[in-house]
C-alpha cells in the first residue's frame, strides 16, 4: 500500500450467505396476474444473478 501498487484480493473464500427473499401478498385468496408476473420475474432474476 506504502509504494501505491494494486493487489489483487481473492474473494471467492469469503462468498455470501444464500439470499432468502419472502414475498407476502395478503387480502385476496389468489394473487392477481400481475403479482403473480412480478413475482416470477423477481424469482428469475434472483436465480440468474446467483447462478
Known sequence: MDEGALVKVDLREDEPEDLVLY???SGRKYPLAKVK????HIQWVVQ????
Do not use: G, P, V
Not at 408476473?37 to 416470477?40: M, T
Not at 440468474?48 to 447462478?51: E, I, M, N, P
Open 23 to 25: 414475498a407476502l401478498y
Open 48 to 51: 440468474r444473478s446467483y447462478a
Open 37 to 40: 408476473a412480478f413475482l416470477d
